[in-house]
């Protein structure tokens, strides 16, 4: 009699990776799968980032998923992007959909994965003392969840309330408190224009200025929605084969190849339209790629805000003088918000904070700035900090840290050499796109190897650590045709001290992506090893 804890398949992770692995592998192969969440329901960063304004950067109509047809035709959309909460209501529809519930074990952290060589199994260790074993590991962990706390001096002495917003709790109250914001990423820029208008003072701490442009947000009117609906099959089409998978058409004129007034009424029309992708990737096809037309794009930006921000000394400390390089943000009213008579600026690159206080965050200059609410805006150890967070170990109980301790690595963001039957959804060097199309072409490619694996009577696959390496050369040297890794920014490791800066995506696109995943398999699934 089989063990019942054994199964074919576990997954790591309840958001759209995870939910859609378990799917696929139980409903199509009709193995037995069991999905593990550290947290208290589904809904993997969608669970988790309920801070006040949290917001998808991704059109609602294309922030979902594409494979069930019927779903995309019933369910509705009233705003031009999905909240958190629309988020999260639109996965758990989907799991009481496919009757997803069954199979997915809540509260359960899974700490501990050994492959075992003799028995050609995964052992799996939770936080509960259960053990369980698994022909096939999927970690479907997310790209933006293991939280990043700096190690500020003091912090543990702060008397007010201490938040991050990638673990926020219910019912924060803003009313007649002084706020502090450490940090003015996407997630920190979505913060301080929500909490500005309800708190009784905000400080934002900033490090680096933004380039950010107005996200666009508002309702859509029913015949929107129907005309979406109506143009789903073109409209999934057309995003397989694009760049960056946000639903519109990448611009193919250069920037420089238009006169100067031509390009002020592109990104004028770009800026009252809304987003960052589309700022970045709609109007011109190369400020990404050269320097004239990024310096464009930067004039632009820093002309507007000028224009916004009434102080002189605000303008010029929120004015970014580096390359717009990062990935793009987009907010209603950001630069707008400094205009406020309640909210002030701190630039800690000119005084840094020394140390946080009983009391607030204490800056080089001398100044406390006196707070009742701390809110950390720092971001994520990004792509494979969650890798670091459990005890993975695959062969001769190698430690993933330790394979990766010259930096995370990856063959086509998907499977890692010497970890047998390890199929990593958004793992390294993965593509930068919209992520639930990018989610689904992994999930799909991965469904189908282990099919063929199964298939053909095989106990293992993984890549060749030649593929590993190649796939890794690739990856840097599409990303050195760009100018993103000039810049500093998490998606090159830079918000995390002392993590080497290296490259974590693959940058050409997910049309690009997806003709290389279908090319190695013609090829006989050529880089992998079968045992």
Not at 133 to 155: E, Y
Not at 479 to 499: C, D, Q, V, Y
Request: hydrophobic share 40%; glycine share 8%; with cysteine.
């Amino acid at each position: 009699m089989q063990d019942q804890n054994h199964h074919d398949a576990i997954v790591l992770g309840a958001g759209f990776g995870g939910l859609y692995a378990l799917k696929k592998l139980r409903d199509e192969l009709g193995l037995k799968v069991r999905l593990f969440d550290k947290a208290s329901g589904i809904g993997g960063t969608w669970h988790w980032n309920r801070y006040p304004g949290a917001l998808s950067d991704t059109e609602s109509f294309v922030y979902c998923y594409s494979w069930d047809k019927e779903l995309l035709q019933e369910w509705d959309f009233s705003t031009r992007y999905l909240t958190q909460p629309q988020i999260l209501a639109y996965l758990e529809h989907v799991v009481d959909r496919h009757q997803l519930r069954p199979d997915i074990q809540l509260d359960t952290a899974v700490t501990q994965a050994h492959f075992d060589e003799a028995a050609n199994v995964w052992r799996i260790v939770t936080d509960r003392g259960e053990r369980f074993t698994a022909q096939f590991l999927v970690t479907a962990v997310g790209l933006l969840s293991a939280t990043n706390i700096p190690d500020i001096k003091g912090r543990d002495t702060f008397r007010g309330e201490l938040h991050h917003t990638g673990q926020w709790p219910a019912d924060v109250q803003f009313d007649g408190k002084r706020v502090g914001v450490i940090g003015t990423g996407s997630t920190g820029t979505q913060v301080i224009t929500s909490v500005a208008p309800l708190a009784r003072h905000l400080t934002v701490f900033q490090r680096s200025p933004q380039y950010s442009v107005p996200v666009g947000d508002g309702p859509v009117t029913p015949e929107y929605v129907a005309s979406v609906r109506r143009d789903y099959d073109k409209i999934w089409t057309q995003l397989k084969d694009s760049v960056v998978a946000f639903g519109f058409e990448e611009s193919t004129v250069p920037a420089m190849s238009v006169s100067p007034a031509q390009r002020q009424a592109v990104f004028e029309k770009a800026w009252a339209t809304g987003g960052g992708f589309r700022f970045m990737f709609e109007t011109f096809s190369d400020i990404a790629t050269d320097e004239q037309a990024n310096l464009a794009a930067q004039d632009f930006i820093r002309g507007k805000i000028a224009q916004i921000v009434k102080d002189p000394e605000t303008a010029r400390k929120l004015t970014p003088h580096d390359l717009y390089a990062k990935r793009p943000l987009c907010n209603n009213d950001y630069y707008a918000v400094y205009n406020r008579p309640n909210v002030s600026l701190v630039d800690v690159k000119a005084h840094p904070i020394t140390e946080i206080t009983p009391d607030g965050v204490k800056t080089a200059d001398g100044i406390e700035h006196p707070l009742d609410m701390l809110i950390y805006a720092t971001g994520f150890d990004a792509v494979d900090g969650n890798y670091s967070r459990i005890d993975l170990r695959g062969r001769q109980g190698l430690a993933m840290k330790d394979h990766w301790k010259a930096g995370a690595t990856s063959y086509l963001g998907v499977s890692t050499a010497q970890f047998p039957n390890l199929f990593m959804v958004l793992g390294p060097n993965g593509p930068f796109t919209n992520l639930p199309p990018s989610i689904e072409t992994q999930v799909e490619w991965i469904t189908e190897m282990v099919r063929d694996v199964n298939a053909q009577g095989k106990h293992t696959v993984e890549p060749t650590a030649a593929a590993e390496a190649d796939w890794t050369r690739t990856c840097n040297d599409i990303a050195h045709m760009t100018l993103f890794p000039r810049a500093e920014s998490w998606i090159f490791g830079a918000n995390i001290p002392g993590k080497r800066n290296a490259v974590y995506f693959y940058l050409a696109g997910i049309g690009a992506y997806r003709q290389k995943l279908a090319e190695v398999q013609r090829q006989g699934y050529a880089g992998f090893e079968f045992d």
